[in-house]
């Protein structure tokens, strides 16, 4: 995998300060996207464990409320694997900063389906995530005045609820959350 631009003291990509990883490679091709140049998977530089060492440092400060996942799109079969060394050590090392992640693909009807790539390591993706920002951007459907959305056809999901309710449930406030998104 490669990826983008590293970001760092983030405030436009989540709640709070935090540090962005923008993935390179993506299929979507949505019309109007503001991150074109990431559709290519040879785009960047290699995400080594160089890169996840220095992303586990910028998450170190207590001021740092997470990570935010973007792209290109963290969910591609082949961005998968890497991502979730990368989640696995923070959840590890810093199990109280939150992880969301932005995907082009439903959560419902294309994730959860299994068909994007190794269903174990999409499982256990899942398992890290706070929130997703679900959907393709629909530049007929822009709306600037959306809280960490593009178009109105995105959906900001509480992944662990949903995981255990077995349906879709959105998030609706980061105020006082549990998983530290306030």
Not at 9 to 37: Q, W
């Amino acid at each position: 995998m490669n990826y983008a631009e590293i970001k760092n003291c983030d405030i436009a990509n989540g709640p709070g300060v935090r540090v962005s990883l923008f993935v390179s490679g993506c299929t979507h091709h949505c019309k109007g996207c503001f991150n074109e140049v990431a559709w290519d998977f040879a785009y960047g530089q290699p995400f080594t464990g160089e890169t996840i060492s220095k992303i586990l440092d910028m998450l170190r400060p207590d001021y740092i409320r997470g990570l935010t996942l973007l792209g290109g799109e963290p969910f591609e079969p082949q961005n998968q694997a890497p991502i979730v060394e990368l989640l696995r050590r923070i959840k590890a090392e810093m199990p109280e900063k939150s992880i969301l992640a932005f995907s082009g693909y439903l959560f419902d009807r294309d994730i959860l389906s299994g068909k994007l790539g190794d269903w174990e390591t999409t499982r256990e993706y899942l398992s890290y995530l706070d929130v997703l920002v679900d959907g393709p951007f629909v530049e007929e459907k822009k709306n600037i005045s959306l809280r960490f959305r593009g178009s109105e056809n995105q959906r900001l999901i509480d992944v662990p609820s949903s995981l255990a309710s077995g349906t879709v449930v959105l998030w609706q406030d980061w105020q006082g959350d549990r998983r530290g998104m306030q």
